[in-house]
């Protein structure tokens, strides 16, 4: 680690915010009918540690993709700092700052130029990164395929001679070759075959383990998270509302929104059933968050005071922080066989 | 809501009977593919055979190119250019829809069989609300009244749980959540009150809360009916919570079948077992993964014998000479493998 | 799902057990004979002075008019010049001025397109309004009026061409744009460190470039109809420069007498016109594999 000082995070984000103005014609202006500010994230506090593998979860439109594209840089944040070890990250990226943090796809066929060979897509990265010396570039390719379990031979292929698995592979190695402290993974696993998944995240837990990569790893996938994740952040409209080690959350989740989505996961077992704590509805347009807690409208334990009061991300229990105002009550409400209750 | 559905089955004029002790659905010996010139065809699907009886709810399993979404389109008559039915029989009610008139199969479909597919969007009309759409069904294949199909419609949206239905039937296509829109779809589905829903990964596109939700719906509604459902999805456990009975598709044959049950507990197929133990699951998030190695065949050069031999832990010899039939290995079991009497362990 | 496993049945069909290159050819039949076509064409524009003994130009009023005959194959037009070597030479000149014209537009058009679509902004806001503006003039009236502007002649032709139909290749080139600058390959380079010079002409032209391409051919042939409907209407390439266009508008005062005058050179036009559109079919079967999503 480095200058770091008390900043032990490998990314830290603080008060991260990003709206997005739409229908800005003056007509809609005129007319002024709804809200025309998406709002991505509110105001998302989060730390990546070192060596770890951190899980964002959220359904579709909790912002986590926008999250993922503001840390690597792809998009700028509308408030809030995001500092990397310690030392604040600009927004608009320069050629080291972007190599530091490297990104792996949902969808290995578009996440490949098609037209460029294995070859020279590493090659061209450590040419300008000046990773190795010119002589050195063929070498340094190979470990890095050997790294994502690929041989030598693909080096001169084209994207299109390979499978969904395989490609999402030279994906990794692509994102390695430039040496990054950080890797955000956007549901890297979701778009292959359930038959390769497997190797796959067997692959991002070498990697953590040989290189010390910090991991953000973000899946819908519950059971891929539990399986592989240190930590969980569970995002719900554009903040993180539960964060926890990854047992603790799924043992005791302290959330009512990550207890619905623990309890509707299918499940491999015969009856593990989950009736307890089905939602209503479905999240809310990110047009329009509801005032309170942005939860309130389909948690069947939201009360008054829900409808009233935005909580906070408070601690709950070491290393566990939930934004709930009912997180007590919900701890007294026991979980379904065969996972046990935390109290 | 009731009162609706005895209406639709008052009015439903059968065309096909239904005898007791026989399969609603009988594929048999289905083979799907692209005919070639001078017989050099290519199979996608080879020799599928399954059953269903009436109110049971059979899923296929199966990744992308192993042909459980085209076995499915061959029941509904739904085959994308230039595939079609090379050979074999899929009998509805003891009728061989393959050979039935084109006129009399649209008959069928709506009133006796419908589908649901993976991305509503594409399968709605943007430009007619939702409502009429639902009606429509009922209208032609019922012989309702507007004013008759249109209530029909806003009952059935109440029974899909979509709130507010008679203004949501006002709705275009375009204006509903992604949930909504895949209720709509359920809804004109069984808005003529089928006897058969075939459902193409009707959640894979939606968030995990709504998609709970909606395999509870279709859950109610069959046993409801007695609707029966053939639902195909690449998810094991989406599976276990909407079906009684499995087949698993590997390179397009069925290479393993029998009650979800059975089959998670002590899969009798190397691929099946390998499944199982590469899915994480998160009633024991100890177990360690264990990935197949190796990807699937291409459809186009399959290797001799048995698909998975390449990848299977258990390979032979005679795996590599010739495709294992698909025989019992227990009652109600079927399991194409040679070494099927190796497998079997109960996973835990 | 279902839709791969066709793409990879449909791809096993087409694997015969021929030789590879013999597929290759069959697959691009259209581009090889286009390819004949066109090169046909060109050697015989460029070798024109050594196959025929005439001069396009110089007249000779004693032999006008002169059936076809051993001497004269097309027979001779009004000022006795014979109409093999005029149709010859006229090749030079409609091919010359049409792969000329297509140039000066593909290339101002594709990179303002590929700006517009790559940057966006205040730049890509611009270069639409002023394609609107363009997009909004008959391309015959705008062409006919910048020739009166400019004068008759080579250089005015290819200002007016070049004038009007840069706007498609920008709206061709800034449409793929936006597509292809959110592909993850783009993104990814991006996070690579690499710059947008780098970024668009390394990784996005190779990918986009070929839509532009197989339009050009097309556009080849509309330039070349272009030039030969203004030389019809007598605003094209001054006489007595041997032109399809005028020979046509010279042939069709004689068409019930010597109506090859006035066919011989429509027939040009029109094998001209074939020859491009098959190489511009060949070319986009060659250019875009199956694009996969």
């Known amino acids: ?343 | 809501m009731p009162g609706a559905t005895a209406q639709t089955a008052a009015r439903r004029a059968s065309h096909v009977p239904v005898q007791p002790g026989v399969p609603l659905l009988s594929v048999q010996d289905l083979t799907i593919g692209i005919r070639g010139s001078a017989g050099r065809s290519v199979a996608i699907v080879e020799g599928v055979s399954f059953d269903v009886a009436p109110g049971q709810r059979m899923g296929i399993v199966g990744e992308s190119g192993s042909g459980k979404s085209l076995t499915l389109r061959a029941i509904a008559g739904l085959l994308p250019k230039p595939v079609e039915v090379l050979s074999g029989r899929v009998e509805y009610g003891g009728a061989d829809l393959l050979t039935m008139p084109a006129k009399k199969r649209r008959t069928l479909m709506g009133p006796e069989i419908a589908m649901i597919f993976q991305e509503p969007m594409t399968a709605l009309n943007p430009v007619v609300r939702v409502g009429d759409q639902i009606a429509e069904g009922p209208r032609r294949h019922l012989g309702m009244s507007a004013k008759e199909a249109g209530e029909l419609a806003v009952s059935m949206m109440a029974r899909t749980g979509i709130p507010d239905p008679r203004r949501r039937a006002r709705a275009y296509p375009h204006e509903l959540s992604g949930g909504l829109r895949q209720r709509i779809m359920i809804a004109m589905a069984v808005s003529c009150g089928p006897r058969l829903l075939l459902c193409d990964e009707p959640t894979t596109a939606l968030d995990v809360t709504v998609q709970l939700q909606v395999l509870r719906l279709l859950e109610r509604l069959c046993s409801d009916t007695g609707t029966s459902l053939v639902f195909v999805t690449h998810d094991l456990a989406v599976i276990n919570q909407t079906c009684s009975e499995l087949a698993v598709m590997y390179a397009g044959h069925i290479v393993e079948s029998g009650r979800v049950a059975e089959v998670f507990r002590q899969p009798r197929h190397p691929y099946t077992r390998g499944l199982l133990e590469s899915a994480p699951d998160f009633d024991r998030p100890d177990r360690e993964l264990i990935p197949i190695p190796g990807f699937p065949p291409n459809v186009a050069d399959r290797p001799a014998g048995c698909p998975f031999a390449p990848r299977c832990g258990y390979v032979r010899d005679h795996c590599t000479e010739a495709m294992p039939p698909l025989a019992e290995v227990a009652p109600g079991r079927l399991s194409a493998c040679y070494e099927s009497d190796r497998l079997t362990e109960v996973l835990a | 799902m279902t839709t791969a496993a066709v793409a990879t049945a449909t791809r096993a069909m087409r694997r015969p057990a021929r030789s590879r290159s013999l597929k290759a050819w069959y697959r691009n039949g259209t581009l090889v004979a286009g390819l004949v076509i066109v090169g046909l064409l060109v050697l015989v524009a460029v070798l024109a002075p050594l196959l025929t003994p005439y001069d396009p130009i110089k007249q000779d009023l004693q032999n006008s008019l002169l059936s076809p005959s051993a001497d004269h194959w097309l027979g001779t037009d009004k000022y006795g010049r014979d109409v093999l070597t005029r149709l010859l030479y006229g090749a030079r000149v409609d091919l010359r001025v049409g792969f000329l014209a297509v140039l000066i537009p593909f290339v101002i058009g594709s990179v303002l397109g590929a700006l517009a679509g790559y940057f966006g902004g205040w730049f890509d806001t611009i270069v639409m309004r002023v394609v609107d503006v363009f997009f909004a003039f008959p391309f015959y009236v705008l062409v006919i009026v910048l020739v009166f502007v400019f004068g008759n002649g080579e250089k005015s032709i290819y200002l007016a061409i070049a004038a009007v139909s840069w706007v498609a290749y920008a709206k061709i080139m800034r449409g793929e744009l936006l597509v292809a600058k959110k592909q993850d390959y783009v993104v990814a380079a991006r996070l690579g460190g690499m710059s947008h010079g780098r970024i668009l002409v390394k990784h996005i032209a190779p990918n986009v470039l070929s839509q532009a391409l197989i339009y050009a051919m097309s556009d080849i042939v509309m330039d070349i109809m272009a030039i030969v409907t203004l030389g019809y209407l007598g605003l094209g390439i001054a006489p007595p420069t041997p032109e399809w266009g005028s020979m046509i508008l010279d042939g069709q005062e004689f068409i019930t007498t010597q109506w090859l005058q006035a066919t011989i050179p429509g027939l040009a036009v029109v094998v001209t016109s074939l020859g491009l559109s098959l190489l511009g079919d060949g070319l986009s079967d060659l250019l875009s594999p199956e694009r996969r999503k």
């Open chain 1, 1 to 343: 680690m480095t200058t770091a000082g008390t900043d032990t995070a490998m990314l830290r984000v603080t008060g991260l915010t990003k709206t997005y103005s739409l229908g800005t014609s003056w007509l809609s202006r005129l007319t002024s009918r709804g809200s025309t500010t998406l709002t991505a994230l509110d105001g998302v506090d989060l730390d990546l540690r070192p060596g770890e593998i951190l899980a964002l979860v959220g359904e579709s439109g909790s912002g986590k993709s926008t999250l993922a594209k503001i840390l690597v840089g792809s998009t700028a944040a509308t408030s809030g700092e995001v500092r990397h070890r310690g030392a604040s990250a600009p927004a608009r990226r320069d050629k080291e700052s972007s190599r530091r943090v490297q990104m792996v796809f949902q969808d290995p066929y578009s996440s490949l130029n098609p037209r460029l060979t294995v070859g020279a897509m590493l090659a061209e990265l450590l040419l300008l990164h000046r990773v190795v010396p010119r002589r050195e570039v063929r070498t340094e390719s190979v470990r890095l395929l050997n790294l994502v379990g690929l041989e030598e031979d693909v080096l001169g292929a084209y994207p299109s001679q390979f499978s969904g698995g395989q490609r999402q592979r030279l994906a990794i190695a692509r994102a390695l070759a430039v040496r990054p402290d950080v890797l955000i993974a956007d549901e890297p696993v979701s778009a292959l075959d359930v038959s390769v998944q497997a190797t796959i995240l067997e692959l991002f837990a070498d990697l953590r383990a040989r290189l010390g990569l910090s991991i953000l790893f973000i899946a819908h996938n519950l059971a891929v998270v539990q399986h592989l994740a240190d930590r969980v952040a569970v995002m719900y409209l554009g903040r993180i509302v539960e964060v926890a080690p990854t047992a603790q959350l799924f043992a005791a989740p302290r959330h009512p929104y990550t207890r619905a989505l623990i309890d509707s996961i299918p499940r491999m077992t015969e009856g593990s059933v989950n009736d307890e704590f089905e939602l209503d509805g479905e999240p809310p347009s990110p047009y329009d968050v509801p005032a309170g807690c942005r939860f309130h409208p389909r948690c069947p334990l939201a009360g008054d005071i829900c409808r009233a009061n935005d909580p906070p991300l408070l601690a709950v229990g070491p290393a566990h922080q939930s934004a709930c105002l009912k997180a007590g009550e919900l701890a007294l409400i026991p979980l379904p066989e065969p996972t046990q209750e935390h109290a």
